[in-house]
């Protein structure tokens, strides 16, 4: 026995999405043995945008029963039967969480009738209801009403259940250990077959083609399914959305993480909310003002010429600037690090030589602040590679930083030596140094394999 279910609801997201209308039809696989239909109150308000969809407006549910009231009608109804839908995972996980709401189990097997029509009835070019009834020829009344649409569902059903192949594919999609249930109604299971279980990034897209989520995984199958998996409300709502999944092998979850960051940057997905913001960046930098005293300052990294070191929040860029001021006893009025007072606070500490007071000449301060700015470039490294496995048994991956800035990762083959960098210029797939970036190679550096191509080849 099956019941093919429709519902209305007031849009809002699965957990707060209350339902307006229900309706159900009992199939015995031949014909309709049972139907109930009923508007439900919803007790909140109807948006507009859903009002004008569905006809349904918060007079119209004024005097309706609550889903409470329905309740022991609905468990009723569909219980020994397997709960079918259009989209299931949509009307079953709304009903799910208003039984929920209730301290009320409910579980059924379920069947999607927009699975079932890729799989008996392939090759369309839209599995929507109405432009599925459109293309086989099943009449459609009261469009975005429950039982208009229940009903055309169950004269879909029917038409898929005298298929040569229906019984065959619903004992599959019925099978505890098949996946069909839990797959997005629009994905081709086979571009889920596809994927392997290794290293890289995988992208959702919609039926129009346009990425709406990039994730990383060391085992990309593992990972995919996992969200088909996840019942949590953006979950749901991004599978409802996703038609297809292509991937890219990374090789290492290092590179897969870098691979990951750059393309939120680049795509902003709609359901990815981490690395889309631009943090900013701070730099220290040096001028010289009317009297010839040399500053060393900080300001954000776009507001500078240019900087003799990054940091990636301001305590930090401070922190660094009041150890420069003791290692080289430099003035924090002229490292910006004490502003208010005429003479810094310092020099009665001992730590500034008194260029501040005028106790010290210009000379000697600047030739102490020079020291620092050589000291800080000859601290930074110079070429040097993060290596991992490759995407395959023959190649290497390999991250690239420069004076210690990433600048892209790439992929080699084993056979190739590589001892400086203009021999590696090819394989390099150059990026954008990031702050989320410096976050993903400062936690991969201690446990990395790092080669500096000026003590030895790569290879």
């Not at 839990?182 to 990425?211: M, S, V, W």
């Not at 660094?320 to 009025?333: A, D, E, H, I, M």
Request: charge should be positive; glycine fraction near 6%; proline fraction near 4%.
């Amino acid at each position: 026995m099956y019941t093919i279910i429709d519902i209305e609801t007031t849009g809002n997201g699965i957990k707060g999405n209350r339902i307006t209308e229900i309706a159900l039809f009992k199939h015995d696989g031949e014909q309709i043995v049972d139907e109930f239909t009923s508007l439900v109150n919803p007790q909140c308000p109807i948006p507009y945008f859903i009002t004008g969809l569905t006809g349904i407006d918060d007079q119209m549910v004024a005097r309706a029963p609550l889903f409470s009231e329905l309740a022991d009608t609905i468990l009723k109804f569909t219980q020994d039967t397997i709960f079918v839908a259009h989209s299931v995972n949509f009307d079953y996980g709304v009903i799910k969480e208003e039984f929920r709401q209730l301290g009320v189990p409910f579980v059924r097997k379920k069947l999607c009738t927009v699975r079932l029509s890729r799989k008996i009835i392939p090759g369309l070019q839209s599995y929507s209801l109405g432009k599925l009834c459109s293309a086989i020829d099943i009449p459609l009344s009261d469009r975005h009403r429950a039982r208009g649409d229940a009903h055309a569902t169950v004269l879909l059903f029917e038409k898929l259940l005298r298929s040569p192949s229906s019984e065959t594919v619903i004992q599959k999609f019925l099978n505890s250990r098949s996946q069909e249930a839990t797959l997005p109604p629009h994905l081709d299971k086979a571009e889920l077959d596809a994927i392997p279980q290794k290293p890289g990034i995988y992208y959702f897209k919609n039926r129009t083609g346009n990425i709406i989520y990039v994730g990383k995984a060391i085992n990309l199958r593992k990972r995919v399914l996992g969200h088909f998996y996840d019942k949590s409300e953006k979950e749901i709502q991004l599978c409802r959305e996703t038609a297809h999944i292509d991937f890219e092998l990374s090789g290492s979850e290092l590179v897969a993480l870098l691979m990951e960051s750059a393309e939120i940057k680049k795509h902003y997905p709609i359901y990815n909310r981490a690395q889309k913001k631009n943090i900013k960046q701070f730099g220290v930098f040096c001028y010289e003002d009317r009297k010839g005293i040399k500053h060393l300052a900080f300001n954000t990294l776009t507001s500078i010429p240019q900087a003799l070191k990054i940091f990636y929040n301001l305590t930090d860029c401070r922190t660094f600037l009041r150890s420069v001021c003791k290692t080289y006893r430099l003035c924090p009025k002229y490292c910006h690090l004490q502003l208010a007072e005429a003479n810094c606070s310092f020099y009665e500490n001992m730590y500034c030589e008194g260029i501040c007071s005028g106790t010290e000449s210009v000379e000697q301060y600047n030739r102490r602040v020079n020291q620092a700015i050589v000291d800080m470039d000859f601290d930074k490294p110079g070429i040097q590679i993060l290596r991992g496995n490759g995407r395959t048994a023959t190649e290497k991956t390999f991250v690239l930083l420069e004076e210690g800035r990433y600048s892209g990762y790439g992929f080699i083959e084993n056979t190739v030596e590589i001892n400086s960098l203009e021999d590696i210029q090819a394989y390099v797939v150059r990026q954008k140094n990031t702050v989320e970036v410096q976050r993903i190679l400062s936690s991969f550096m201690p446990k990395s394999e790092l080669v500096e191509l000026s003590v030895k080849p790569f290879s």
